[in-house]
């Protein structure tokens, strides 16, 4: 590798490292209330602007945890019933350049689990 190449390579790495810091600074939380949305959230699926507002139309709540981002990103909450007949990509719920080149998104939260009963098998 050419000592051009080096300083291109240490200055991108510069670039991004700015970003980053510039996006945590002054957030001012943003990040971390976009992670626990993706944490409440079992699947992610990328969708348009056309079909956010068609879910929005049909019910379905906006998340607002995702608009402090630059550039922004839209969240709407929908049921697993209808994630199902979505024609949409699935995105790993993961932090990376996948989801985050992703500017809207539909997430389906966890089905509640059932109630746990005590066994009386352990007598």
Not at 46 to 52: C, K, Q, R, S, Y
Not at 87 to 104: F, G, H, K, S, Y
């Amino acid at each position: 590798m050419t000592l051009a190449r080096k300083v291109l390579a240490i200055r991108s790495r510069c670039r991004v490292r700015r970003w980053e810091y510039r996006q945590r600074n002054l957030a001012h939380g943003v990040w971390a209330k976009f992670r626990e949305a993706l944490a409440l959230a079992a699947d992610a699926y990328a969708i348009d602007a056309a079909t956010l507002d068609l879910l929005v139309a049909e019910g379905f709540a906006l998340d607002t945890r995702g608009e402090g981002l630059e550039p922004p990103r839209r969240l709407v909450w929908i049921s697993s019933r209808r994630a199902e007949v979505l024609a949409a990509q699935p995105v790993p719920l993961r932090l990376d350049a996948t989801l985050l080149a992703t500017p809207v998104l539909a997430l389906v939260a966890f089905e509640p689990a059932a109630p746990i009963v005590a066994s009386h098998a352990h007598k």
